[in-house]
């Protein structure tokens, strides 16, 4: 049987992120949780498991430093499935009232990180899963920056594509999905996990996971 991948899962201390490193330690994979905050991510381990074969390494993707570092560390683990799924969700402001420092951090976390973990990381990995959004496909008020980054995101995924032959590269577009108490109607959090790990398994390219009610 051919090895199973050794997965880093970037934003897995929470949400979609967490349910995905649950998942894939499941299956048999190593995983390698990231969040900012070592404490948490200590306490997340321990919940899934005691096993090194579940490690975890905190830092913040809106430094560039911290991205560097972590792609040190994920190519120093062998690291052959980079999932960039963290990410900051949109402010629900006009784009006028956003502060310099929100359009910085989101185009750094939801976009700049993705694209640095993959350059530095490609040569060994067999493959990328995105996690981008409906908003990567469709615009709306109150999105501006949040769908520049995801667009910016597909766009850096499918020419890259073009050039990899070898290497599957899987774009998520979700919306609506139960990452937390709050949320009552959209996607179980469990089925949409299930459908991206059966997705990239399958060499597919593109998962497009709808949660909205109708007329939404
Ligand atoms: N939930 C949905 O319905 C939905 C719909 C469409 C797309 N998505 C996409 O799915 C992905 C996950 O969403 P989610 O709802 O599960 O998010 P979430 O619950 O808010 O979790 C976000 C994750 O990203 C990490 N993160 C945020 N800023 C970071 C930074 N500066 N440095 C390092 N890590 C950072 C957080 O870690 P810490 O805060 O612990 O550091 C956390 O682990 C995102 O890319 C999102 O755009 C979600």
Known sequence: MAKLDKVLITGSSKGLGKSLAT??????????????????????KTKISEADSIDYYACDLNSEKDVVNLSKYANSKNVNLLINNAGIHCANKDFIDLDISYINNIINVNLRAPILLSYSMLKTLNGIININSMSGIE???????????????KG???????????KTILDVYPTNIKTNKQIVHGMEID?????IYKSYYNNESELILDGRKKNE
């Open 156 to 166: 850096f995924s499918n020419c890259l594509k073009h050039e990899l032959e070898n």
């Open 23 to 44: 998942y894939f330690f499941e299956k048999g994979h190593e995983v390698i949780l990231h969040g900012r905050d070592e404490l948490t991510l200590k306490n997340i």
């Open 139 to 153: 615009t709306k008020k109150f999105r501006t920056l949040y769908a520049a980054t995801k667009w910016g995101l």
């Open 191 to 195: 089925i949409v996990t299930k459908s």
